[in-house]
Structures are given as structure tokens and as C-alpha cells.
């Protein structure tokens, strides 16, 4: 079994932090968690949970309007992360703090598999986390990613799942 294969009967869930960025992608948010809030239905039992992550646990506004509560600031999140998933949309490169890119960092050097949501891939690749990797964006957002970021192998599929870096281009394409 892989750190990535939801639980057997007896052991715990697979735990997923969810970094909820200021006028993120609701649509791509809620689509990538759905099949696993299924698939917990479906077993009768949790094989994945998860946290969803503010900078400062305050509320998040997403790009549409709606707004996610945040179990907790990234400050105190739990250490023990199997996915951590960058939700973001609108204007990434302004959510890039140095907390944010130490934390990602510390995630990635815990063996978290980081996954990156509509324009996630460019708050990932700005902490150095996609050098070296396959890694897709939202579309309005790929000739400036592939411009500044060369050492990202940039692609215009809708997903990429290059080794512990995952990465789509948002809306329906997480649930894909």
C-alpha cells in the first residue's frame, strides 16, 4: 500500500491540509474533495480527512463570493499531512509570503505530496517546491507561469501528477 492509498480497516485516514488562499477557486476546491467525501460515505467510515487552512484562521472569501471557514491558521495546523492542497485563483503572487513558502517547504520535507489548485502551481513554483517537475495552471495564467518560472516543465494539460507534485488547471479539472 502507498502513503497515498486511502486506509485499510483499523488505521487511520488519510489526512489532507487544505491551504485556503484569499479569492480562491471554490468550484475547484469543492470539486477535488467531493469524490473523497464519497468515498468516506461509501466505505461507512473516514478514509480521508482534512483541514481546511487559513493564513490567519480567519474565514476565506472565494473567488465567487462564498466563504470557507477555516479549521485553522496555518500556524497551527498538524504536522502529519499526507496531501497538502494550495487552493488559490485570483491574483497567487501576492499570497506567497515567506510563512507560507517555509511552511510548504517543511510539508515537502515531511514527504507531503503537494497539490496545486487552478493557480496554486505558481504559489508552489515561487517557494521553489515545482523545480524540476511537470506542473499545469489555470489557462489565462500559462504563458506568464511558463515565463517565469524555466525550471517548471509547463504543460497545458487539464491535470499533472508528476511524482509528489500535482497540479490542475482548475474549475472541473480537480475533479478529474
Known amino acids: 500500500m502507498s502513503a497515498l492509498t486511502p486506509s485499510a480497516a483499523g488505521h487511520a485516514p488519510l489526512r489532507l491540509a487544505i491551504v485556503l488562499l484569499p479569492s480562491c477557486n471554490a468550484q475547484a476546491t469543492t470539486a477535488f474533495l467531493d469524490p473523497l467525501r464519497a468515498a468516506n460515505y461509501l466505505a461507512g467510515r473516514p478514509l480521508f480527512v482534512w483541514d481546511f487552512l487559513s493564513l490567519d484562521s480567519e474565514p476565506v472569501m472565494a ?63 515561487a517557494a521553489g517546491l515545482l523545480d524540476g517537475h511537470a506542473a499545469t495552471v489555470h489557462y489565462e495564467h500559462l504563458a506568464a507561469f511558463r515565463e517565469q518560472f524555466p525550471a517548471v516543465r509547463v504543460s497545458e494539460a487539464l491535470y499533472v501528477l508528476d511524482r509528489e507534485r500535482w497540479s490542475c488547471a482548475g474549475g472541473a479539472a480537480a475533479a478529474d
Open 63 to 125: 473567488s465567487n463570493g462564498m466563504t470557507f471557514a477555516a479549521t485553522t491558521a496555518l500556524s497551527a495546523a498538524r504536522r502529519d499531512a499526507t496531501l497538502v492542497v494550495v487552493s488559490a485563483s485570483w491574483t497567487p503572487e501576492v499570497h506567497g509570503s515567506p510563512t507560507l513558502r517555509r511552511w510548504l517547504k517543511a510539508c515537502d520535507r515531511r514527504g507531503a505530496t503537494l497539490v496545486a489548485l487552478d493557480t496554486g502551481a505558481i504559489v508552489l513554483a
